[in-house]
């Protein structure tokens, strides 16, 4: 074999099933390798959307997900999805192609040091110098993306070292396996939780890493009583419509389920991760926090736990469970008054018929039409904030958001692989006018690879969550407004379908019709964002301070 035929055999090897990308005259080798393999090549419009891709695939199967570009241009546009899966704990390969490193007569032309340029953002990342070095650089990246914190590696195959001939062959595939707790951490867990009066339990983006991670974390929650929670991206850990849910940490502060953390003595804290937008911040002389995780906590200004229990997080949470009195960590009822106040102003408040629609209402809309299984594909915008905190997650990874690099631009992509791999499930894509447009080009992938997909388009022809902040700093509006295209023709010159002008009374049906109709389908919706002021800071200002 050649390089690049050992290449894709070792990635056969790992199971792999897809690579996202735009190969380049650098990749040629490699891509004809790929041809006569049981591997399927997704060619995309641009790398940022196969790097998403990709990491979402590794998001959703705890698989690394593998993506290609060519070297130069096409290396330096996988930066922000590559630091996408670096903050976000997604295990993903990126292959970058390069010129012959032992005889090149092309100068420089093209060339920058891609591997340097990965280093900060990546777990591993490595120039391949010799053919028969594959097979062990191929197995210690997936080795390495998979292993706790997971994240993106790197492996760059320059021309000649994709020609140059090798009778080696891939390594067997051995499991990576997390530790465990030791019984004399999870006796001293044990006891300051059963010592707590007002105990509260944080889920966070790793609780959500790993499928069996969510039956634990439900068995603990049932059989102790605890009152929980969760960050933006530890939505559906635990089904939020649970009685014992105080909703999602959508505001670092003033919501809600702060005025529980101000009550709370122990707040036991499955999953964090400092990346992740902080759902509260400690004080010094302040809660007692205890960090459970697979890996130790990154201390900061606002995050410092005075105690860890580091192992598989659903073995931990198991075992825990069994160290707790059954129906002890309810609370002194404070708790219980205020998940009624949760449910009747966040989740079942009558809402006004008006248009535009307001956030509130397109949350419960979705909410009733989608089905439990159903997968929500947020980009992110000031939307993100309302949907994290109204739209109720019932299962894991159901809502993809991104809360750690929180870039825009990752909504369509995203959906386009969660419906690649779970094509029987509803899949809704919620995008900004501004985010749309940084990855729009993706439509004719969607519509290419013939998926059924539904994207919300929210247009407000600004940067609406900027003009928040500015509108918040009492700094005058400049600077956010833009043009949008007609999205309805927008879209139909892809081959999708568009609607435009729906009502009050309309959405539901339209999007039922598009949820349960072949295509893709792009629904321009006007948003108003009045209730950014109106609710999220005046209200909760007023009504927290009565609750605390």
Known sequence: MNGAELMVKCLENEGVEYIFGIPGEENLAFLE????????????????AAGFMAATYGRLTGKPGVCLATLGPGATNFVTSVSYAFLGGMPCLFITGQKPIKSSKQGRFQIINVVSMMAPITKMT??????????TLVRESFRVAVQEKSGPVHLELPEDIAAEQTTTFPFPVTPVRS???SDRTLEEVAAIIRQAKNP???????SNRHQQAGPSLEHFIERTGIYFFSTQMGKGAADEFHPRCLGTAALSDHDYLHCAISRADVIV????????KPPFFMKRNGVTVIHINYFSAVFDEVYFPQYEM??????????????????????????????????????KRTLPATFPYTPQQLTRVLRELMDKDSILSLDNGMYKIWFARNYRSMNSHSVLLDNALATMGAGLPVAIAAKILFPEKKVVAVCGDGGFMMNSQELETAIRLKLDL??????????GMIKWKQGGMGLPAFGLDFGNPDFVKYAESYGAKGYRGVNQEQLAEVLEHCLNTPGVHLIDLPIGYAEN????????KRKTCLLG
């Open 179 to 181: 530790a465990y707790a």
């Open 454 to 463: 539904t994207i919300l388009l929210l247009r407000d022809d600004g940067l």
């Open 200 to 206: 509260l339990l944080l889920l966070a983006a790793a």
């Open 33 to 48: 390798a790929l041809r006569s393999s049981s591997i399927q090549l997704i060619l995309t419009r641009h790398e940022q």
């Open 269 to 276: 804290n499955v999953g964090h991760d400092v990346v992740e």
């Open 310 to 347: 580091i192992g598989d997080i659903a073995d931990s949470m198991q075992r825990l469970a069994a160290l707790i009195v059954p129906n002890s960590l309810g609370g002194d009822g404070y708790f219980h008054l205020l998940k009624e106040e949760v449910d009747k102003n966040v989740y």
């Open 126 to 135: 490595r120039q391949i110098v010799g053919a028969d070095s594959i097979a």
């Open 533 to 540: 002021e109106s609710v999220l800071i005046e209200e909760l």
